[in-house]
């Protein structure tokens, strides 16, 4: 672990994460239930980490995208409730049984899959079904002339005997969007699945403990669709214009250090394919960050990091492992010092803008390489290296 120290580092913040889940909480009110997203190791954060907090702060769900996402937090001390949003495949049905975990049911052949997994394992599996409203990727179609046998399909699985029907939810393509049409975009989404809820839940005779449906978007643009429970990912994190709103504060901030500094002459390229020659009379600085570290090589020679003395100009092509930053003038700056990549002088949001793409891509892409250190109070309390060692 030493050995990591100090190349390039995320420091997660952890009061910054109890400050989110409480504000949120706070928003959502008491009668409402919280499940944290925490699928792709939490967003890049540390899916054991994340989950261990929200549990220890009272939250009522979990989401993860896989089986192994979910065995990891059942492997780490996670007992809440975790739902699975993805695939699973039905050779798996038993763990899933076995480990209390809750799997999405997304249409009329995975239901009668995983009721015959379960027939035969010999118990019930905890289900949420999910509802297709306009998302168009996983879920029962249940739009215009769909609705009748998307309601037929729906409370068929409910009345299988290897599945226990516990929730139902739908998911939000344009919730995120700010202009009128994404908004009523939702609104239709959400009037399309509380139609279905009411249609399922009267054939059925039963009614569905779990209701959800709202995401970062909807949680904090669209109160009216909080239902039981609310969904978000993002929003806890602190990142995005929804964060902003809301006044969350970003957990990740990612350093990284100078390694070493070289005086050249003008007209000196550097890096790979001479996109950058010297101007001037250029020191040079090199850091331990590249493209297998997560930075974007798309970002090669037009980005700033920060440091001591202001921002730095990136030079060159982005390598696997290495940058080069122009510290011309930025006396403070030596071999050692730390430089910001993105954190409390450089939101990842702007980031994000510059590379084109949504925070959300930028912390996934943090890499395992990339050890991740948890700040409580302002001390470290807990560092992770995600490298087989
Ligand atoms: C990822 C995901 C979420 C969380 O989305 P955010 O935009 O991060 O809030 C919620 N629901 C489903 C089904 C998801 O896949």
């Known amino acids: 672990m030493k050995s990591t120290l100090k190349r ?14 409480q504000t ?48 990891e937090l059942r492997f780490n001390g996670i007992t809440m409730p975790i739902l699975i949003l993805g695939h699973t495949p039905k050779e ?4 899933l049984i076995c480990f209390n975990i809750t799997q999405a049911v997304t249409c009329k052949a995975k239901a009668d899959e995983y009721n015959a997994e379960a027939l035969k394992y010999g118990g019930t599996l905890k289900v949420h079904i999910k509802v297709d409203t306009g998302m168009s990727r996983l879920g029962y179609l249940c739009n215009d002339e769909h609705f ?32 009128s049409m994404s908004q009523a975009y939702t609104q239709k989404q959400f009037a399309l699945f509380q139609n279905v809820i009411h249609a399922v839940e009267t054939k059925w005779g039963q009614t569905f403990s779990l209701h959800h449906c709202a995401n970062t978007g909807a949680t904090v643009d669209h109160p009216e669709t909080y239902l039981d429970m609310v969904r978000p990912g993002l929003l806890l994190y602190g990142y995005g214009t929804h964060a902003k709103k809301w006044h969350l504060q970003p ?8 390694s070493t500094i070289k005086v ?39 980005c ?11 030079c060159g092509r982005i390598c696997m492992d290495m940058a080069m930053i122009d510290l011309t003038d930025k006396w403070n700056v030596k071999v050692g010092s730390e430089i ?48 087989r060692m």
């Open 8 to 21: 390039t580092w995320a420091e997660i913040d952890l009061d910054a994460l109890d400050y989110n889940y």
């Open 24 to 71: 949120i909480r706070s928003h959502i009110g008491a009668k409402t239930k919280f499940l944290g997203v925490v699928k792709a190791d939490a967003y890049g954060h540390g899916s054991v980490q994340i989950a261990s907090r929200l549990q220890e702060l009272g939250a009522d769900y979990l989401a993860v995208s896989s089986i192994d996402e979910a065995m």
């Open 92 to 95: 798996q049905v038993d763990r």
């Open 148 to 179: 009748d046998s998307g309601i037929e399909g729906i409370v068929e699985a409910c009345q299988l005997p290897g599945l226990q029907a516990e929730g139902i939810f739908t998911h939000f393509a344009m919730a995120d969007e700010e202009d």
């Open 251 to 258: 957990l990740m901030s990612l350093k990284t250090v100078v």
């Open 264 to 302: 050249y002459d003008p007209g000196t390229h550097v890096s790979y394919g001479g996109i950058y020659t010297t101007n001037k009379k250029t020191r040079m600085g090199v850091i331990p960050y590249g493209y297998a570290d997560g930075f974007l090589r798309s970002l090669s020679n037009r």
């Open 304 to 314: 700033q990091l920060m440091s001591v003395d202001g921002p730095v100009q990136q």
């Open 340 to 387: 910001e990549i993105f954190g409390p002088h450089r939101s990842l949001d702007d980031w994000a803008a510059l590379a084109g793409t949504i925070p959300y891509e930028i912390v996934c892409a943090v890499s395992k390489r990339v050890p991740r250190f948890y700040l409580q109070s302002g001390k470290i309390i807990s560092k992770e290296l995600l490298l």
